[in-house]
Nanobody, 126 residues
Framework: QVQLVESGGGLVQAGGSLRLSCAAS????????MGWFRQCPGKEREFVAG???????????SYADSAKGRFTISRDNAKNTVYLQMNSLKPEDTAVYYC????????????????WGQGTQVTVSS
């Protein structure tokens, strides 16, 4: 079992930045691929970014097209934490952001993830 707790959401003006954090507890954090998803009311949960550790200092990251060039996902295995740095935020980034974990490789569909946090609201005003 893995428990995930997100933090760092809030209200920000367009063009601003936020850093989301997701603290994990339970099983060995480093073994899991971690993902960030977001969801707007009435819409399906969508992939934002994912990261996997493959040993030593090697990480693999994947991004949705909407996040490329603006968002950066990272992880600190010693702190059991994954981060999502979001820059140049736009009103369309407004959503509840969720952290998720799965064994194996990064996946882009939410149904592939086993564990979820409770979500943190990000609101970008125009």
């Amino acid at each position: 079992q893995v428990q995930l707790v997100e933090s760092g959401g809030g209200l920000v003006q367009a063009g601003g930045s936020l850093r989301l954090s997701c603290a994990a507890s339970g099983r060995t954090f480093s073994n899991y691929a971690m993902g960030w998803f977001r969801q707007c009311p009435g819409k399906e949960r969508e992939f934002v970014a994912g990261i996997r550790w493959s040993g030593a200092s090697t990480f693999y990251a994947s991004y949705a097209d909407s996040a490329k060039g603006r968002f950066t996902i990272s992880r600190d295995n010693a702190k059991n934490t994954v981060y999502l740095q979001m820059n140049s935020l736009k009103p369309e980034d407004t959503a509840v952001y969720y952290c998720a974990a799965k064994g194996g490789f990064i996946a882009t569909h939410h149904l592939d993830y086993e564990y979820w946090g409770q979500g943190t609201q990000v609101t970008v005003s125009s």
